[in-house]
């Protein structure tokens, strides 16, 4: 076991260990209770020992009998969330009694009492806005969201991230995906748990943080919720980000339920802008339906009770409004009907198979989720329950439609999801000091294709002129048609089943709560992804030769009608002379295509300690420790080759390649993360500065160890190099497919697999020798104040991370730099594709010809024996801070309100916005493309204000009716400025930082067409560079990654719930109405949400620059440039435009 200690901080760090004098290990749950400590004492002050004290929760009857120690004090744990609970205190004779007692999810609340007179007394605990804030267990950054927030606060989605974001620090990113940022930290960092169960996206494929679409709980099934962006308790694990935290509902001495119908389609929806024509067109027609209830309810009285909930959504997913010409869709592809009747008819007379039609219909999304949860008060010092989960979805994917593409429905599925959740809790009291917590929970995830047809895919692929009958403006370029079973779902299963057992175990001794916590988490993975498995064909018109004929004569495909085409494209079908092909298929003759699955495990030892201390009435400091264990036992399969030494390639200073590089890269692909032991400490402190006026100093700092993406860590057990390969002929290296056909079979389990012809060289992954789970310090210091006006608290607080480990990609197989620039960074091409001659002004690379022809490569240096060669690397690299200012408070009796703003810097080494290695490192825009170096983060909200306000009053009889709206405005997304092609040879468009010249007529770059007497081109460039101040901000240097912003957005989103008489007295019905965007509904110019789009290559990236070459007389670079990239407005699912649904509730 290698034990890592951070060695920023070092010295403070052992300092805590030393105060606690003992090392522990990590859990991985979330506090799913709550707790109420206090002291008794007599009316001037003295502690009271041997108080008995009971503490009842008023609708389930469950009972915690303690007893106060000689100071007085007592401390009950474990108990359920919310409340009403009822404190009986009974010492010799004399009964005090407080009631309306409400606890929130994993804090601790206050209640010391007084006992004075022989007599019982009973008061009613009342909590004013913001009291809350006021405890000894609040240290850290943390939001609590309770019923009131939870029923009056406007959500379409009905998910913890709608409410999540009234934490200041939490911003939702990208709506459409429902991507959640903390601080500017990574959504994948994220964490969401409900009772104790991690019930995230572990592996890593979704943005919105979870496993599918909707949230696995209903939210009518949550009681609380708590936002944790850097909460001290040893519990808290798993992330870096921040946790959202929430405990589902129970059964009490009544029975209570809910039936909720939930409505909206296009009509409750705002129209779609069109930025180039400043037009406005109707939503796409949709419409989305929700059904559920819940029911909860005795058993046996004050004893056992029952909790069940089921929730189906329905939402309609229309089929891409694109078809061939003469069919009814909105986009015509330029492919005629008659050829794709052609083909099909073909398939089925000649192959027996079926690739079905191109008229795809929409299908519906539809998501169910069950939910049954037993709690049992066994005793009055032992409690538990047991809670089981259901998820089950099916989503209808269309792809391979555009206004260049149709697919027919053999190339459609449903991707089919389910996850299930068990977990089971024992809470107990042994003694009045001594309490205890045991859970045990399963997660299993599956997801999978439901593909409509077991095919080889087969891709018809028509270019050159279009139909007679083609509309006008159809696209000319090169149209396809693609059937069968889709390449990447040929083999693709996802399953994961994690198992974890918490122990933890609190001991009160004196003013010191002392805590320590066991526990072991085994999630065992299964990915398989394997493109091709099945075969993957392409069919095209290729030209005629004495070696390649047609029946009907000759043809050139370039000059040809689009019928000769069609007839060309139809007999290669016919006699199966494909114009490229490919297979993958195991390495070895008797190996398995089941060695190219990543199966593993990811396993977590661990153990902490804690003591919290509250030193006097006023002061409370919390010491912890915590070390995980991270386990990987399975190793990658080994790939001798990449573990040769490297031999290092030559080129003269002109770029010229006098060999390439060769060996391997001397990394061994079998290493992983197994053993990567992170100490970590835990300090808080609260301190309270007057008891008059609440006001207090919290803080703390500490090291937190989260998850890295599952996903990233299979890619190392998926890119071996030596598990499976390609086989082909037509693309990839391979040589052309025979001209005599015959290659095609229509059996998925009968293809080619000897082809003839070289293999594909091998993508490798690696990840670097000291790699470990990721790990982020945080500090922070709030400062808190009850104002003497409506109940308003004041809050100022800063909050400080910094990396402790970070990822971020390296591509080993790019070779040494040929060259480097005038600007100082690296170059990776060969000596042709440095001259001028051979680019085109609009910056793309001429490779025929001449000079152009000879070596004209990007990746000079690299080794052809291996393609893409990938190492996570570890980096320190990052750091962040946050400032907060907040007021909250509540008027009127009916009103409650917050209202805040966070200014936030963060960076990061790399954004890690895809699932694949190759994705990451490419989708970086940088200077040098394997540099470790810290920019503004992917998912930086610079400036964020935020304000909510919740309203409610009853004008008649008890049914009240409720207001709530929350405001969002905030700066938008960084972008990063780049040239529009590749400049330096990494083989990646888009991906390289710009320079800018100090100024006009600097002569640094050469701009292409610009003579002594004409600098029309300079002047242009200098004309975007002063319309754009984070180009003119940074002149004569490289701009950074991610140094521009997207224009600032705002947003409004509104409910009106209105209760209603249900069918019993005691029954109610409410109808609420949701409206998101609410000032886009007053105006279509407001709420728009402008951004750079995100491409693959450089992420979010904006251009106007093309680099075409180096002058060799200077060696200055050569610009050619064009408009710059405008902005986007997201719209996809309607974020940018106004929605409104409608809720019907009935409550008992």
């Known amino acids: 076991m290698k034990i890592r200690t951070s060695h920023r901080m070092s010295r403070l760090a052992i300092c805590v260990a030393l105060a606690l004098g003992a090392a522990s290990i990590s859990s991985q749950a979330q506090t799913t209770t709550s707790a109420v400590t206090g002291k008794v004492t007599t009316v001037d002050g003295k502690p009271i020992q041997g108080a008995a004290v009971t503490v009842r929760h008023v609708d389930s009857g469950s009972v915690a009998n303690l007893v106060t120690d000689a100071e007085g004090r007592y401390s009950a744990r474990g108990l359920r969330v919310g409340g009403p609970y009822t404190l009986t205190i009974t010492k010799d004779g004399v009964t005090e009694t407080r009631e309306n007692v409400y606890l929130q999810l994993a804090d601790t609340k206050e209640v010391d009492v007084r006992v004075g007179v022989a007599v019982q007394e009973k008061i009613t605990v009342t909590a004013s806005a913001g009291d809350d ?117 129970s059964g009490t001495n009544e029975f209570h339920g809910t039936a909720t119908y939930v409505y909206r389609d296009d009509s409750m929806a705002g129209q779609r802008y069109n930025r180039a ?434 996903v990233w860590l299979s890619n190392i057990y998926s890119n071996t190099g030596v598990a499976t390969r390609v086989v082909g002929c037509g693309t990839s290296g391979f040589a052309a497919c025979p001209s005599a056909g015959g290659i095609f079979r229509a059996d998925p389990a009968n293809q080619i697999t000897s082809f003839p012809g070289s293999a594909p060289a091998a993508n490798v992954d690696f990840l670097s020798t000291d790699m470990a789970q990721p790990a982020v310090w945080k500090l922070n210091i709030g400062f808190e104040h009850k104002l003497p006006w409506w109940d308003m608290v004041a809050t100022v607080e800063y909050l400080y991370t910094k990396t402790d480990v970070g990822i971020y990609y390296q591509h080993l197989n790019l070779g040494a730099p040929t060259r480097t620039g005038t600007d100082g960074r690296p170059l990776f091409y060969t000596a042709a594709a ?80 895809s699932s694949v290695s190759n994705s990451n490192w490419q989708a970086r825009a940088s200077f040098d493309p394997n540099a470790n170096e810290a920019s503004n983060s992917s998912y930086l909200v610079k400036d964020r204000f935020n304000a909510s306000l919740a309203w409610e009053k009853a004008f008649y009889k008890n049914f009240k009716s409720r207001v709530g709206f929350f405001y969002e405005g905030r700066t938008g997304k960084p972008y990063s400025w780049t040239y529009a092609n590749d400049a330096n040879g990494d083989g990646i468009f888009g991906n390289d930082l710009l320079f800018v010249p100090r100024e006009f007529g600097s002569g640094e770059v050469i701009f292409l067409g610009d003579t002594a007497t004409n600098r029309s081109t300079e002047q242009r460039f200098w004309d975007i560079v002063g319309a754009n101040g984070s180009l003119s901000e940074n002149t004569g240097k490289v701009v950074e990654r991610n140094s521009a912003f997207s224009p600032w957005t705002n947003n409004i989103d509104f409910r009106f719930a209105q209760e209603l008489p249900g069918f019993m007295s005691t029954h109610k019905t409410v109808i609420s109405f949701d409206i998101l965007n609410f000032g886009n509904l007053l105006n279509k110019k407001w709420g728009r949400i402008d951004e750079m789009a995100f491409m693959g290559q450089g992420g979010q990236i904006r251009t106007f620059v093309n680099f075409v070459g180096i002058d060799p007389a200077s060696g200055k670079y050569i610009y050619s440039v064009r408009n710059p990239d405008d902005f986007t407005t997201r719209q996809a699912r309607g974020e940018s435009q106004w929605a409104m649904q409608v809720t019907f509730r009935y409550e008992f």
């Open 133 to 249: 804030k006021f405890s000894a267990s609040n240290m850290g950054t943390t939001t609590q969201i309770g019923k009131t927030e939870l029923a009056t606060l406007p959500s379409q989605q009905r998910n913890l991230q709608d409410y999540a974001r009234v934490d200041p620090r939490v911003s939702q990113t990208d709506k459409e995906r429902g991507e959640i940022s903390v601080a500017g930290q990574n959504s994948r960092y994220n964490k969401i748990s409900i009772d104790g169960v991690n019930i995230s996206d572990t592996f890593g494929l979704e943005a919105n943080t979870m496993p599918t679409l909707k949230q696995p709980v209903s939210i009518d099934a949550i009681e609380s919720v708590q936002v944790n962006v850097s909460n001290y308790d040893v519990t808290q694990t798993g992330y870096t980000g921040g946790n959202i935290n929430a405990v589902t509902k």
């Open 277 to 710: 024509t400043e037009t406005y067109t109707d939503p796409p027609k949709f419409e989305e339906k929700l059904y559920g209830f819940t029911l909860g309810g005795p058993i046996i009285k004050d004893q056992l009770f029952f909790f069940v909930g089921y929730e189906e959504l329905q939402s309609t997913r229309n089929a891409p409004d694109f078809g061939p010409i003469g069919s009814a869709n909105g986009g015509i592809v330029a492919i005629s009907p008659a050829a794709i009747s052609a083909i099909t008819a073909l398939a089925t007379s000649q192959y027996g198979i079926d690739l079905g039609t191109v008229s795809a219909s929409g299908a519906d999304l539809n998501v169910k989720d069950y939910l049954a949860k037993v709690d049992w008060n066994i005793s009055a010092h032992h409690r538990a329950n047991l809670r089981f989960t259901r998820t089950e979805q099916t989503e209808p994917i269309f792809q391979n439609f555009s206004a260049t593409q149709v697919a027919a429905s053999s190339n459609l599925w449903n991707q089919v999801k389910t996850l299930d959740t068990l977990v089971g809790q024992w809470f107990a009291d042994w003694t009045p000091n001594l309490s205890t917590e045991v859970r045990l929970s399963s997660r299993d995830y599956h997801s999978e294709p439901e593909n409509f047809a077991s095919l080889p895919q087969q891709v018809f692929s028509f270019s050159g002129a279009v139909p007679a009958n083609a509309p006008a403006g159809v696209n000319t370029g090169t149209r396809t048609f693609s059937t069968g079973t889709e390449r990447s779902r040929h083999f693709n299963i996802l399953d994961t089943k994690t198992n974890d057992l918490f122990v933890g175990a609190t001991y009160v001794m004196g003013a010191h709560e002392i805590k320590g916590i066991v526990e072991y988490s085994d999630n065992k993975i299964y990915n398989a992804f394997l493109q091709d498995t099945k075969g993957n064909y392409t069919f095209s018109c290729v030209n005629s030769s004495a070696t390649y004929t047609y029946t009907f004569g000759t043809i050139n495909c370039g000059t040809a009608t689009s019928a000769q085409v069609d007839a060309a494209i139809l007999e290669n079908y016919r006699i199966g002379r494909p114009s490229s092909y490919l297979v993958q298929v195991p390495v070895n003759a008797g190996g398995s295509i089941n060695d190219g699955v990543a199966s593993f495990h990811v396993k977590n030892e661990g153990f902490a300690l804690q003591d919290t201390w509250q030193v006097d009435p006023r002061l409370t400091l919390q010491f912890g420790v915590r070390v995980d264990n991270p386990r990987m036992p399975q190793s990658p399969l080994k790939n001798d080759a990449a573990a040769a030494p490297l031999v290092p390639g030559t080129a003269t200073s002109g770029g010229v390649v006098t060999a390439r590089n060769s060996g391997g890269f001397g990394l061994d692909n079998t290493h992983t993360i197994d053993g990567e032991t992170l100490f970590q400490p835990r300090f808080g402190f609260n301190y309270m500065l007057d008891m008059e006026r609440p006001t207090q100093v919290r803080g703390g700092f500490g090291l937190f160890q989260g998850a890295a993406a599952t």
């Open 834 to 913: 440095y001259n001028p001659a051979c680019w085109s002004s609009t910056g793309t690379r001429i490779t025929t010809g001449g000079a152009c022809a000879i070596d004209n490569r990007t990746r000079a240096l690299s080794n052809p024996n291996f393609n893409n060669v990938l190492q996570a690397t570890k980096t320190d690299e990052g750091k962040g801070q946050a400032l907060t200012l907040a007021l909250s408070g509540k008027a009127f009796q009916d009103v409650s309100w917050t209202l805040a703003y966070t200014y936030t810097e963060q960076t990061e080494a790399s954004g890690l916005t």
